[in-house]
């Protein structure tokens, strides 16, 4: 697995929505870099991130994962190549353990505190009086949204995809914590291919070091979104 993704004239419009959120969008993500999606509020973003994950299918166009047709791939490989932080991650209702392991069974406890210290969650489900057996959810603790974001990045890495999609995945964070987490997703980034969703680049660039190239989304009512997603090729070394 290498993680080049390739979108070749993709559309897509929501069910019961003449207007299309994906207007013949094509793009080329060389496997091992990062790209920065940027665009305002409603231009496709988060759809684009959820044809990626194939929780909807295209409806004219390609999507390829190192050359092979999403819909061509089974569910399970699909989702060992790709790794999703989205705002809102879904947390089952089972422990902390539980809900960082199921994803990977074979890791070990050492495993799951190494991932957790990476995403900068580790010390607070190891200040929680049941620590790592915490229940989480209802009827359990609730972790504000910045935590739950930082233990589903954990998640992600216990995972290891060679494809990370991270849509506003730092901002239910404070300034520090976002910081500090920035990091930890850099060194995360590395040798993986990283999509990264954002409104603004400049949230980013005040934090990310490394090479990203940015990508330019306009709205879909707007007429230059015929080409919307065409790569601006603004390269910034570190
Ligand atoms: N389930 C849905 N049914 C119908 N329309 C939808 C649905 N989800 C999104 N849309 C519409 O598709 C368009 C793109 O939405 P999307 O969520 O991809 O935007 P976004 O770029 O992620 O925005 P934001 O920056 O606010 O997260 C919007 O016009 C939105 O109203
Ligand atoms: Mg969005």
Redesign the pocket.
């Known amino acids: 697995m290498r993680g080049a993704v390739q979108l070749d004239h993709v559309s897509f419009a ?4 003449s ?1 299309r ?2 207007d013949d969008v094509t793009l080329t993500i060389p496997a091992g870099s990062h790209v920065a999606i940027v ?12 044809l990626l994950a194939r929780l909807y299918d295209v409806d004219a166009g390609a999507i390829r994962f190192d050359g092979v047709d999403l819909r061509d791939l089974g569910f399970a490989t699909l989702s060992q190549m790709l790794g999703v932080v989205s ?1 809102e991650p879904d947390l089952l209702n089972a422990s902390v353990a539980e809900n960082l392991r199921f994803v990977c069974p074979k890791a070990t406890g050492a495993d799951m505190i190494a991932a957790a210290k990476v995403a900068q969650i580790h010390d607070h489900i190891a200040a929680l009086p049941e620590g790592y057996d915490t229940l989480v959810g209802e009827g359990g603790f609730r972790f504000s949204g910045g935590e739950k974001q930082r233990l589903a990045l954990a998640r992600t890495i216990l995972r290891d995809p060679p494809i990370l999609l991270l ?2 995945a730092t901002s239910a964070l404070d300034t520090r914590t976002e910081r500090a987490m920035s990091q930890a997703l850099d060194a995360l980034a590395k040798g993986r291919t990283t999509i990264t ?1 954002a ?1 603004r680049l400049s949230t980013m660039a005040a934090t990310r070091s490394g090479v990203m190239s940015s990508l330019s ?1 306009t ?2 009512s707007d007429p230059l979104s015929r080409r919307a997603a065409r790569g601006r090729g603004r390269a910034r070394p570190g």
Do not use: C, M, N, W
């Open positions: 929501h069910a019961g929505q207007l959120a994906i665009g305002p509020t409603g231009s496709g973003k988060t759809t684009l991130g959820y705002q849509d506003e969703i409104h989304f709205r879909a």
